[in-house]
């Protein structure tokens, strides 16, 4: 990364973490659930979206078996939460848990290079949600204490706690060894490899940190609804989400998959009304957009935008 | 006629060619000679519509071949047996011959080529069934040469046809050049066999370094002391 | 011992439509390296327009093939013109990672279609003689399934027979073989790739068809029968279509004799296991010979 580039990114977390902290103050401004929810919604995936970048955007691989690691993070987290370990405890044992399955099965799966290693991942994913929803196809239900004395605020507040580490994580490793790294192992693997980077070992690091983050997520997602059925954290829909938010507002970035978070909550939320996945349809295309003509993102576009407006005193 | 003018090309950022100038008259067989690495076979290439050149140009019977897709340079009567043979191993030696002349006009003269072929290299009619994969190199380099020549060619490009094969069926392969130029067809030869292309050609080139270094009638060039010794000499000795 | 013949002979059944699901797939992979992740959204749309030709026209089921065919090879026509042909400009690592992706958006944008036209419920068509059944040595086999496996059979003939004795055929072949060397011969490479996808949204649709008589279509099914389509051509390698639907039978004979040995609700696993084992097992890919 050059270096105006990297000062721009440390603005934008900057100003990314600044704006999580004003936030911060929203529930005593706003009694409104719907509206903690909407930012709940918002900042979760957030999270989602920034732990896959880790993997898409630094190592350069297409994970899509992500939703296994929020799935097992949320199974784990509320199986533990429900039998009454303290909830953060119960998160961080989710977030181990999906871990350490990504390091079991993160050798074998690099050995598959672009595509096989995204299809790979994809079939992973949906052994896991098959084998979940086979074994555990009951609802979970909160118990009736639980529910009784359910606070969003404090589910509210972990999402922002996440969503700033998320951000946080991806900072620092996009200034550091380990991220120069891994963004040469995305250029060019051969390459990397051949002047000393250690490849496997790299790949690996972006793989447990992404899914350590996805379990975080996962976890916050098992503690935050009342009823839901474990498979569906397992759903592809979740890894999906992460692909299109994080390309779209532009893949290895920082700020990139937080405005591609943003918009793509705002518009399922607002255009689910009418059309219940309009918002797919219109995600869609503009990923196949992104994809062949600006393979940046909306940051891409922004940063295209800044240079035609710079240009336009000296014309 | 082939006519190339100060053509450059590079693969990314390695300048393949600096300005290469030369010519090939109708019914001539010339050569080009140089060392590994020179960018014979990107200039075969180029010529060939394979990669798209920097700079120069290119220009076959007149017109510019620069904006023309392979196949269709194919059309217009060029025909190159790349490097390596690159057939179709899975498919048979008349699947191959065939699609040799698939271009429009080649295939209205198919009938004719595949005779042509067969009488130039007999030992593929008795194999035509068989897998081109389970042949020999000599008879694949056969194939090779009976498969451009089925798009039936005013110009006919070779690049290494000697490479990997017994000398004895290379000498087989080079008089089957020489009936095929005298039937008409101008022949430009990229050969590491320094004295079998030299003793085959009319003329020749000499390419080091992406340029042309000397240029001369073959003859002349079988006397040349740079080349004698670059080539010919006791240490540049090919079998 | 008659259940487990009884399931083997459904499960071989449907693994014929699995050989035909991959079929498709394959042919597009091995020609373009592009790998079309959108295939089962294709299958899916194929099921639709069958359901409706015998819903609005009141056409045999099967014969709604004689429309969705033509009508399938347009699309394609029509999606490599639009998508596809502009994917197969880089080389073949960056080519098949794009195909990838735009396979993803693509896939997405018609399953969220697909919802929004004609809703998430499960659709079928139903035949007058849907419900025969034929009774062979003990053995109930629906004469539906028996219909649909010898149709599978017949269409994949066909495609072989198109690439082996068909012109175009054979530039296809050789153009998925080395396309260099197929420019070189004089075969136009673009209209290549632009047959064999069309060829491959047919098979598609031919299988989506076959789908929507024999078990049920909903916007849903794109995602699975890719996976499907995925694991046959994994376990078959490329380069056969003959090869290929005897993978779909493979795999249609794996899932029925693992839902026999562990329960029905594992069917799906083992072919999605059996997919990253060879995976895994072959990790230079599908084009190291």
Same mark, same amino acid.
């Given at each position: 990364?050059?270096?105006?580039?990297?000062?721009?990114?440390?603005?934008?977390?900057?100003?990314?973490?600044?704006?999580?902290?004003?936030?911060?103050?929203?529930?005593?401004?706003?009694?409104?659930?719907?509206?903690?929810?909407?930012?709940?919604?918002?900042?979760?995936?957030?999270?989602?979206?920034?732990?896959?970048?880790?993997?898409?955007?630094?190592?350069?691989?297409?994970?899509?078996?992500?939703?296994?690691?929020?799935?097992?993070?949320?199974?784990?987290?509320?199986?533990?939460?429900?039998?009454?370990?303290?909830?953060?405890?119960?998160?961080?044992?989710?977030?181990?848990?999906?871990?350490?399955?990504?390091?079991?099965?993160?050798?074998?799966?690099?050995?598959?290079?672009?595509?096989?290693?995204?299809?790979?991942?994809?079939?992973?994913?949906?052994?896991?949600?098959?084998?979940?929803?086979?074994?555990?196809?009951?609802?979970?239900?909160?118990?009736?204490?639980?529910?009784?004395?359910?606070?969003?605020?404090?589910?509210?507040?972990?999402?922002?706690?996440?969503?700033?580490?998320?951000?946080?994580?991806?900072?620092?490793?996009?200034?550091?060894?380990?991220?120069?790294?891994?963004?040469?192992?995305?250029?060019?693997?051969?390459?990397?490899?051949?002047?000393?980077?250690?490849?496997?070992?790299?790949?690996?690091?972006?793989?447990?940190?992404?899914?350590?983050?996805?379990?975080?997520?996962?976890?916050?997602?098992?503690?935050?609804?009342?009823?839901?059925?474990?498979?569906?954290?397992?759903?592809?829909?979740?890894?999906?989400?992460?692909?299109?938010?994080?390309?779209?507002?532009?893949?290895?970035?920082?700020?990139?998959?937080?405005?591609?978070?943003?918009?793509?909550?705002?518009?399922?939320?607002?255009?689910?009304?009418?059309?219940?996945?309009?918002?797919?349809?219109?995600?869609?295309?503009?990923?196949?957009?992104?994809?062949?003509?600006?393979?940046?993102?909306?940051?891409?576009?922004?940063?295209?935008?800044?240079?035609?407006?710079?240009?336009?005193?000296?014309? | 006629?082939?006519?190339?003018?100060?053509?450059?090309?590079?693969?990314?950022?390695?300048?393949?060619?600096?300005?290469?100038?030369?010519?090939?008259?109708?019914?001539?067989?010339?050569?080009?000679?140089?060392?590994?690495?020179?960018?014979?076979?990107?200039?075969?290439?180029?010529?060939?519509?394979?990669?798209?050149?920097?700079?120069?140009?290119?220009?076959?019977?007149?017109?510019?071949?620069?904006?023309?897709?392979?196949?269709?340079?194919?059309?217009?009567?060029?025909?190159?047996?790349?490097?390596?043979?690159?057939?179709?191993?899975?498919?048979?030696?008349?699947?191959?011959?065939?699609?040799?002349?698939?271009?429009?006009?080649?295939?209205?003269?198919?009938?004719?080529?595949?005779?042509?072929?067969?009488?130039?290299?007999?030992?593929?009619?008795?194999?035509?069934?068989?897998?081109?994969?389970?042949?020999?190199?000599?008879?694949?380099?056969?194939?090779?040469?009976?498969?451009?020549?089925?798009?039936?060619?005013?110009?006919?490009?070779?690049?290494?046809?000697?490479?990997?094969?017994?000398?004895?069926?290379?000498?087989?392969?080079?008089?089957?050049?020489?009936?095929?130029?005298?039937?008409?067809?101008?022949?430009?030869?990229?050969?590491?066999?320094?004295?079998?292309?030299?003793?085959?050609?009319?003329?020749?080139?000499?390419?080091?370094?992406?340029?042309?270094?000397?240029?001369?009638?073959?003859?002349?060039?079988?006397?040349?002391?740079?080349?004698?010794?670059?080539?010919?000499?006791?240490?540049?000795?090919?079998? | 011992?008659?259940?487990?013949?009884?399931?083997?002979?459904?499960?071989?059944?449907?693994?014929?439509?699995?050989?035909?699901?991959?079929?498709?797939?394959?042919?597009?992979?091995?020609?373009?390296?592009?790998?079309?992740?959108?295939?089962?959204?294709?299958?899916?749309?194929?099921?639709?327009?069958?359901?409706?030709?015998?819903?609005?026209?009141?056409?045999?089921?099967?014969?709604?093939?004689?429309?969705?065919?033509?009508?399938?090879?347009?699309?394609?026509?029509?999606?490599?013109?639009?998508?596809?042909?502009?994917?197969?400009?880089?080389?073949?690592?960056?080519?098949?990672?794009?195909?990838?992706?735009?396979?993803?958006?693509?896939?997405?944008?018609?399953?969220?279609?697909?919802?929004?036209?004609?809703?998430?419920?499960?659709?079928?068509?139903?035949?007058?003689?849907?419900?025969?059944?034929?009774?062979?040595?003990?053995?109930?086999?629906?004469?539906?399934?028996?219909?649909?496996?010898?149709?599978?059979?017949?269409?994949?003939?066909?495609?072989? /027979?198109?690439?082996?004795?068909?012109?175009?055929?054979?530039?296809?072949?050789?153009?998925?073989?080395?396309?260099?060397?197929? /420019?070189?011969?004089?075969?136009?490479?673009?209209?290549?790739?632009?047959?064999?996808?069309?060829?491959?949204?047919?098979?598609?649709?031919?299988?989506?068809?076959?789908?929507?008589?024999?078990?049920?279509?909903?916007?849903?099914?794109?995602?699975?029968?890719?996976?499907?389509?995925?694991?046959?051509?994994?376990?078959?390698?490329?380069?056969?279509?003959?090869?290929?639907?005897?993978?779909?039978?493979? /795999?249609?004979?794996?899932?029925?004799?693992?839902?026999?040995?562990?329960?029905?609700?594992?069917?799906?696993?083992?072919?999605?296991?059996?997919?990253?084992?060879?995976?895994?097992?072959?990790?230079?890919?599908?084009?190291?010979?």
């Amino acid at each position: 990364m050059s270096a105006p580039g990297a000062r721009s990114e440390r603005r934008w977390a900057v100003g990314i973490l600044a704006g999580l902290g004003a936030l911060a103050f929203l529930p005593l401004l706003v009694r409104r659930d719907d509206v903690l929810n909407f930012v709940f919604l918002v900042l979760l995936s957030i999270t989602l979206a920034q732990s896959w970048n880790i993997v898409a955007g630094y190592a350069g691989q297409v994970n899509l078996g992500h939703a296994a690691f929020f799935g097992l993070g949320a199974l784990v987290a509320r199986t533990l939460w429900i039998r009454g370990t303290p909830i953060l405890l119960a998160m961080i044992a989710g977030a181990a848990v999906a871990t350490a399955f990504a390091l079991v099965i993160g050798a074998p799966a690099f050995r598959l290079r672009g595509a096989y290693f995204a299809i790979g991942t994809l079939a992973l994913g949906e052994i896991l949600r098959n084998t979940v929803s086979n074994v555990l196809p009951e609802i979970s239900t909160l118990p009736a204490a639980s529910i009784a004395g359910y606070r969003l605020t404090h589910r509210y507040y972990l999402a922002l706690a996440l969503a700033a580490l998320s951000v946080l994580a991806v900072a620092a490793l996009a200034g550091s060894r380990t991220g120069l790294g891994m963004q040469a192992i995305r250029e060019d693997e051969e390459a990397a490899e051949a002047s000393g980077v250690g490849a496997l070992r790299l790949k690996l690091t972006a793989l447990a940190l992404s899914t350590g983050l996805a379990g975080l997520a996962g976890g916050l997602f098992g503690y935050y609804h009342i009823s839901y059925y474990p498979a569906h954290a397992f759903s592809p829909t979740w890894t999906f989400d992460a692909l299109l938010m994080t390309f779209i507002g532009g893949v290895g970035t920082l700020h990139g998959p937080v405005l591609g978070a943003v918009l793509y909550i705002v518009l399922k939320e607002y255009l689910a009304v009418q059309w219940v996945d309009f918002h797919l349809l219109i995600f869609g295309a503009l990923f196949i957009a992104i994809v062949l003509l600006l393979p940046g993102g909306l940051v891409q576009a922004a940063a295209r935008g800044r240079e035609l407006l710079a240009r336009r005193p000296r014309g | 006629m082939l006519e190339v003018r100060d053509l450059e090309a590079s693969y990314g950022d390695l300048r393949a060619l600096g300005g290469v100038t030369l010519t090939v008259g109708a019914g001539e067989i010339v050569a080009l000679l140089g060392p590994n690495g020179a960018g014979k076979s990107t200039l075969l290439k180029s010529i060939a519509g394979l990669l798209r050149p920097r700079a120069g140009s290119i220009r076959w019977e007149g017109d510019n071949l620069g904006a023309l897709g392979a196949h269709q340079i194919v059309e217009r009567g060029l025909a190159l047996v790349p490097e390596g043979r690159r057939l179709f191993g899975s498919m048979t030696v008349a699947e191959n011959l065939e699609l040799g002349a698939f271009a429009p006009r080649a295939r209205a003269l198919q009938a004719q080529s595949l005779d042509r072929v067969y009488a130039l290299f007999p030992v593929l009619r008795d194999r035509r069934g068989q897998v081109v994969r389970s042949l020999s190199g000599g008879q694949q380099q056969m194939v090779a040469v009976g498969r451009a020549l089925m798009s039936a060619p005013r110009l006919l490009m070779l690049d290494e046809p000697s490479l990997g094969i017994a000398p004895r069926l290379v000498s087989a392969i080079f008089a089957s050049l020489v009936e095929i130029n005298r039937a008409g067809v101008g022949v430009f030869l990229v050969e590491q066999n320094v004295h079998a292309a030299l003793s085959l050609a009319h003329r020749a080139y000499v390419l080091e370094g992406g340029r042309i270094v000397g240029e001369g009638a073959a003859a002349a060039l079988l006397e040349d002391p740079h080349v004698r010794q670059a080539y010919l000499g006791p240490l540049a000795v090919r079998a | 011992m008659r259940i487990l013949a009884q399931q083997l002979i459904l499960g071989l059944m449907l693994g014929g439509l699995y050989g035909l699901a991959a079929a498709g797939l394959s042919l597009v992979f091995g020609v373009l390296k592009v790998l079309n992740v959108a295939h089962g959204e294709l299958i899916m749309l194929g099921g639709y327009a069958a359901f409706f030709v015998v819903a609005l026209l009141g056409l045999d089921p099967f014969a709604s093939l004689l429309l969705v065919l033509p009508l399938s090879l347009l699309l394609g026509v029509v999606l490599y013109a639009v998508l596809f042909g502009f994917v197969v400009r880089a080389h073949e690592e960056t080519r098949i990672k794009n195909s990838l992706l735009i396979g993803f958006g693509l896939a997405l944008a018609l399953h969220a279609l697909a919802v929004r036209l004609w809703t998430a419920d499960e659709r079928s068509i139903i035949t007058p003689y849907g419900g025969s059944v034929l009774r062979v040595g003990g053995l109930s086999i629906p004469l539906m399934r028996v219909l649909i496996l010898a149709l599978a059979f017949a269409l994949i003939g066909a495609l072989h /027979l198109l690439l082996t004795r068909w012109r175009w055929g054979k530039a296809i072949r050789a153009t998925a073989e080395d396309w260099e060397a197929a /420019l070189l011969s004089g075969i136009d490479v673009r209209r290549a790739y632009l047959l064999a996808f069309a060829l491959g949204t047919a098979l598609a649709g031919a299988a989506g068809t076959l789908v929507a008589i024999g078990y049920s279509v909903s916007p849903s099914i794109g995602l699975e029968w890719t996976l499907k389509a995925l694991i046959v051509v994994v376990l078959a390698g490329l380069g056969s279509m003959i090869g290929t639907f005897v993978g779909g039978l493979v /795999l249609g004979a794996a899932e029925a004799l693992s839902a026999y040995a562990f329960g029905g609700p594992y069917r799906e696993v083992v072919g999605l296991a059996i997919f990253v084992v060879v995976l895994v097992a072959r990790p230079r890919g599908l084009f190291g010979r």
